[in-house]
């Protein structure tokens, strides 16, 4: 294995292991429930998410890189990661997502599994708007481990 391909392996793996652990662990409660919201404390909510989501990412990067002996180029690293939160802040702010969605005629997927105005008769995680969120982030994942290749 060359070291670009053993740098992408490894850094997909530990982008994507961050990446599940900060959006359903680390991320709080607030911001869960507040990073959607057009107003201040929505942009708040999201960018500490985006902070503490960015510094698990590079804790997992460092980690793999040390415990396996790859060296993993600081540049690359941070282009990675600053890709990686960039578009995380872009996809967890909803609307920007649900409006390409739209665009890109998904909108019918996107609000699947979303409760009626008014009711709540569907509080799960397996709406279409969260497996076009999920998919989005592992794109930019895909793209964050090349970066670092």
């Known amino acids: 294995m060359t070291d670009h391909a053993a740098a992408f392996s490894a850094g997909f793996i530990a982008l994507y292991v961050a990446h599940e652990v900060a959006d359903h662990w680390i991320q709080t409660e607030r911001q869960a429930m507040n990073k959607h919201l057009r107003n201040w404390t929505g942009r708040r909510a ?3 998410h985006v902070a503490t989501y960015t510094a698990v990412a590079a804790a997992a990067l460092w980690l793999v890189a040390a415990h396996t002996g790859l060296a993993l180029a600081p540049t690359r690293s941070a282009a990675a990661l600053a890709i990686s939160a960039a578009a995380h802040y872009w996809i967890d702010r909803r609307f ?10 998904k909108a019918g997927f996107y609000s699947l599994g979303t409760p009626r105005p008014g009711h709540d008769d569907n509080p799960c995680l ?20 090349l970066i670092l290749a």
Do not use: I, K, M, N
């Not at 920007?96 to 005629?105: D, I, P, Q, W």
């Open 96 to 105: 920007t997502l649900g409006r390409f969605a739209g665009a890109v005629g």
């Open 126 to 145: 397996g709406t279409g708007s969260y497996a076009l969120d999920q998919s989005a982030h592992v794109l930019t994942l895909l793209v964050a481990a």
């Open 46 to 48: 999201c960018a500490g």
